[in-house]
């Protein structure tokens, strides 16, 4: 049952296929973060005019050290960041993802939604409006409206200390507590009975409200202190979200239980410390995940524990290898702990070409999840996803003027004992594959407009076949404002 889940991962690689031969620049090299400027949007070579600055979108995030913030008055001792360096350590601040996580370091550069600055807040989300329809006897048909708004500020004391302050919030709870149709995926509950089963379950409201303090010890090391009430523990890569690989889907990954369901944590606090492209950090969080009712704060005793390593080999590398033993995570099964383990490797490209066509960039995440209960249930979970965005080669004129094209496709396989007429019942194999494909169009400055769509075929073991007639197909088309 395995074998089509693997054909599915080779396909979804063709899009790295293109042979650099083709592409007239080679990618500039980003090593140096020092005095490091920013290209604009990939340009046609020979450019016939440089890339409009503000004109930034996925795939040409400004170097924000060539922004003006200003300072504070407060005598001086304060300083929103001027720097480009992060949050977290002496490094690259596009390497930086949610919570703690990291991203490819030009990752960051194309991953990043445009953004505006409101008041030293930098402030960017999008707002997608879905369309889902899902094939077979346990499929249903809904339109629902999910998505992020996110706002963050950072300051630096003279001492050298920086504090980052960080809120993110969701529409995602107006879609109603059972979720939206999505084959395969399953957790939670939406009335604290049931499981939800063939649904992805809607994010709180609040998915992050955070604070950070780091402090430089030399150019190449620092340490640092994180919390949240919700925050994000030291497990796994970045939410599928903030993945650059996978942030132009609107569609949750079935793995999203194995990979990166802690990352709304009510109560997490983690210590870290940085060398050079290297980070190891520990988190104590509440293992409990969001109940039902999405709009609340809630709170508990920190009661669990992850550790994760991170490495970035080069600008266009992200490695991470996670532990995470979890106390009582499921409200229905109280009396079951978990441990988790996590391994990713993320990767992305920007390239340059003499046509649009060949100007964007490459994203790819491979993952390898597991979860291992109290109750001797082991269960894995694979996945490997990719984009490839490029310039509109109709309407380009040079530069980057927020006309795209964006091509993503996803493929992962779980064993599950979440999807029989018992829960928990006998373990299953099934595996799924999508592929997507959206259009943006720039509206004004600060706000592009996308329009996409995406099918997705399921794989079924023989014992969940006849509850699912044979392997059903599904589908979304969506619309999405993305604003900054």
């Known amino acids: 049952m395995m074998k089509p889940a693997l054909i599915a991962s080779a396909i979804i690689l063709v899009p790295s296929a293109m042979a650099p031969s083709a592409m007239a620049q080679q990618q500039p090299d980003h090593s140096g973060h020092e005095g490091h400027e920013m290209p604009a949007m990939p340009q046609q070579a020979p450019p016939q005019k ?39 350590g002496p490094y690259d601040e596009q ?41 077979g006897p346990r499929g249903d048909d809904k339109a629902f409206v999910g998505g992020m708004l996110m706002a963050m500020n950072q300051f630096r004391f003279d ?19 059972s979720g939206y149709p999505l084959l395969l995926a399953a957790g939670e509950t939406a009335d ?19 604070a950070s303090w780091a402090r430089d010890l030399s150019d190449t090391d620092s340490v640092f202190v994180y919390a949240g009430l919700p925050g994000e523990p030291a497990f796994g890569p970045p939410p599928f979200m903030h993945r650059p690989a996978a942030q132009m889907s609107p569609e949750a990954p079935i793995t999203h239980h194995w990979l990166d ?15 050079d492209r290297f980070k190891i950090e520990a988190s104590r969080f509440r293992g409990r995940e969001p109940d039902e009712d999405r709009y609340d704060i809630e709170t508990g005793e920190l009661d669990s524990t992850a550790v994760r390593l991170s490495w970035n080999p080069g600008d266009n590398w992200a490695l991470q290898a996670s532990w995470a033993d979890v106390t009582s995570p499921e409200q229905l099964e109280p009396d079951v702990d978990v441990t988790k383990y996590s391994a990713s490797v993320m990767y992305s490209w920007e390239f340059y070409g003499n046509e ?47 006309e795209h094209w964006t ?7 779980i064993e599950t ?68």
């Open 50 to 88: 440089p890339a409009d600055e503000h004109a930034g979108h996925d795939m040409s995030q400004m170097d924000h050290s060539q922004m003006d913030h200003g300072e504070m008055d407060d005598g001086d001792r304060i300083v929103f960041s001027e720097g480009s360096d992060g949050a977290l």
């Open 95 to 135: 390497r930086e993802s949610s919570g703690t996580s990291w991203v490819p370091d030009d990752g960051g550069r194309t991953s990043y939604m445009p953004h505006i600055m409101a008041g030293g807040w930098m402030i960017h989300g999008h707002i997608d409006g879905v369309y889902s329809s899902q094939g």
């Open 159 to 177: 001492s050298g200390d920086k504090v980052q302050l960080r809120a993110m919030v969701s529409p995602d709870p107006f879609m109603g507590k």
């Open 192 to 210: 604290g009975v049931q499981p939800l089963v063939d649904r992805q379950h809607p994010h709180d409201l609040f998915m992050e409200l955070s």
């Open 261 to 275: 369901s802690t990352h709304i944590t009510y109560g997490v606090a983690t210590a870290g410390y940085v060398h």
């Open 356 to 402: 649009p066509w060949l100007s964007g960039h490459f994203d790819l995440t491979a993952a390898y999840g597991r979860k291992e209960s109290t109750e001797d249930v082991g269960l894995d979970a694979w996945l490997v996803e990719a984009s490839r965005t490029f310039l509109d080669p109709f309407v380009s004129d040079g530069g980057d003027n927020g």
């Open 407 to 413: 091509i993503f496709a996803r493929a992962e396989a």
């Open 417 to 484: 004992d979440e999807l029989g007429l018992v829960h928990p019942g006998p373990v299953e194999n099934v595996a799924k594959f999508s592929l997507g494909l959206t259009r943006d169009f720039r509206l004004t400055e600060n706000v592009t407009l996308g329009v996409g769509a995406l099918v997705s075929h399921n794989w079924v073991s023989d014992a969940l076949s006849p509850l699912y007639d044979g392997d059903p197909n599904g589908g979304m088309a969506f619309v999405r404002l993305e604003i900054g």
